[in-house]
């Protein structure tokens, strides 16, 4: 809970000295980014993502309101909180500064005590930020995405397919004879079998866009946009094979001694008329004859 990781502070400053104070009195407590334009803050936001910038307002080739309209209008850096540092003192100025979506307004000539304080306020909200985001959309057991998340990134993706003309590939996850799994080994033991392959299921969904969420008890779904039915079998079987790969005796599954999975899977066809609901109960069904079938298989 206490651990705090070291925040990266930009600071974005065109006067040489300014740059070297700040740089300074943030060094001992956080990792400092520096740029000297306009130019160079966007540049450094983008590559390093910081947690907050200390953006001067008036820089030559491009002022501190241009570079915070453009760091909110990209998605990357919309969210990098920002406190304006100016010598621009008057009230408007402030008071605009903070409607264009600044956290805070610092006034030039500044005191160091008070921008410390002051950067480690927003640092703690960035942080609790965080976490609120971690709690909304990630599950507890198994750090998946929840099914909050994955509902959200489905819509989007989904629609993204549909606009695009891409496929888009779904996969339901289901492990094999879990009960028998909780009543021969125990809960515990279960949970811990159940985030097992989540990490393998996580760990096959690597590439952007891709996304291994829990849907709810011991199912899990895999989302693959851009891929296509041979693709998305593929990665499926290569999911179903690294389950086994772990290993779990499971001597009450009666599918084998080992604990695993079955998969079922449909692809988007660009070209149909189907909607996001006909896609998921698609691979459902195919879920649904992977186990009739007799468990430990995929089928798409
Ligand atoms: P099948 O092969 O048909 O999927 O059989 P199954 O026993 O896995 O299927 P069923 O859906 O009947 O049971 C799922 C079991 O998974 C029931 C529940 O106790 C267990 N389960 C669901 N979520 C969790 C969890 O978070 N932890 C543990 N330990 N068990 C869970
Ligand atoms: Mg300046
Ligand atoms: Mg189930
Ligand atoms: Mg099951």
Do not use: C
Request: cysteine-free; charged content about 30%.
């Amino acid at each position: 809970m206490n651990i705090v990781e070291n925040q990266k502070v930009l600071v974005a400053d065109d006067d040489a000295i300014n740059r070297e104070v700040l740089g300074e009195l943030l060094k001992p407590e956080y990792t400092v980014l520096l740029a000297r334009n306009g130019a160079q803050t966007l540049e450094r936001a983008t590559r390093h993502l910081p947690d907050l910038i200390l953006l001067d307002v008036m820089m030559p080739d491009m002022d501190g309101y241009e570079v915070l309209r453009r760091l909110r209008s990209d998605p990357q850096t919309a969210h990098i909180s920002v406190i304006f540092i100016s010598g621009l003192d008057r009230p408007e100025d402030e008071a605009n500064g903070l409607k264009m979506g600044a956290s805070d307004y610092i006034v030039k000539p500044f005191n160091q005590t008070v921008v410390m304080a002051r950067v480690a306020l927003h640092l703690q909200v960035v942080r609790q930020r965080r976490m609120l985001e971690r709690l909304a959309n990630i599950d507890g057991l198994t750090e998946l995405a929840n099914r909050r998340r994955f509902d959200e990134m489905y819509s989007l993706e989904w629609q993204r397919a549909r606009r695009s003309g891409r496929p888009l590939s779904l996969a339901l996850l289901d492990i094999d004879a879990f009960k028998q799994f909780n009543d021969r080994y125990g809960h515990p033991s279960g949970d811990r079998a159940l985030r097992s392959v989540a990490r393998v299921a996580g760990a096959a969904m690597r590439r952007p866009g891709d996304m291994a969420a829990r849907y709810g008890g011991e199912e899990l779904l895999l989302m693959m946009p851009e891929t296509d039915v041979f693709e998305a079998r593929r990665m499926a079987e290569g999911v179903r094979e690294a389950v086994i790969a772990l290993s779990i005796a499971h001597e009450a599954s009666g599918v084998a001694p080992l604990l695993t999975v079955s998969i079922g899977g449909a692809t988007l066809d660009p070209e149909g008329d189907e909607g996001p609901a006909e896609l998921f109960e698609a691979a459902d069904a195919q879920l649904y004859r992977a186990k009739q079938s007799g468990r430990n298989q995929v089928w798409w």
